[in-house]
């Protein structure tokens, strides 16, 4: 992140983002009214699948992953956003309900919008609610086609899912404890 980003005002960096490109003064202006500029750490959960949705980001620097455990029980990626994107429609929907989880997979900066708060702005101003509406809808057909894509990989064996790789210093530690009767050698 550039010093620059730090010091523009909330309303500029709302104008600013790609995502809402070509909205007009109102609605930025309403927009910028419930944001605040959020940073995540490494590692750090911004969301967990399951959860309430009450919120949705807007991407500047860094990158997240979405990841999904469903009945499987290991996680597994579904997506990678980066600066630029939209991370959350499900505030949006009802039931208000994260359907995967979200983590930093390095350091990121984003803008948070609180969901109730436009939900309410939106039912006051069907315009601003269409044009959230209308863009979100072009970013979940991507993601729904990006998953798609994959499931199709997948089911023809051409590629495998991916698990979430977690990293840990005490991943050494936690072999030996896992296997205390074979060396290393032998575990691999």
Known sequence: M????????????????????????????????????????????IFREGEIANRFYLIETGKLILESS?????????????????????????????????????????????????????????ALGYELFKRMSAVMIKRLQAARTKMLAVDSQETALQPVVLESPFMDQELDIEAPCCSRTEMR
Request: aromatic letters at 12%.
């Open 2 to 45: 550039n010093a620059h980003t730090e010091i523009e005002p909330m309303a500029t960096r709302v104008a600013l983002h790609p995502f809402l490109a070509g909205m007009n003064h109102k609605q930025l202006a309403l927009l910028s009214d419930c944001a605040m500029v959020v940073q995540f750490k490494k590692g750090q959960v």
């Open 70 to 126: 469903g009945a499987l029980g290991d996680p597994v990626v579904i997506d990678t956003i980066g600066a630029g994107d939209l991370l959350g429609w499900s505030w949006m929907f009802p039931p208000y309900v994260w359907h995967f989880t979200a983590r930093a997979v390095e350091p990121t900066t984003a803008i948070f919008f609180y969901g109730t708060i436009l939900r309410e702005y939106c039912e006051r101003d069907h």
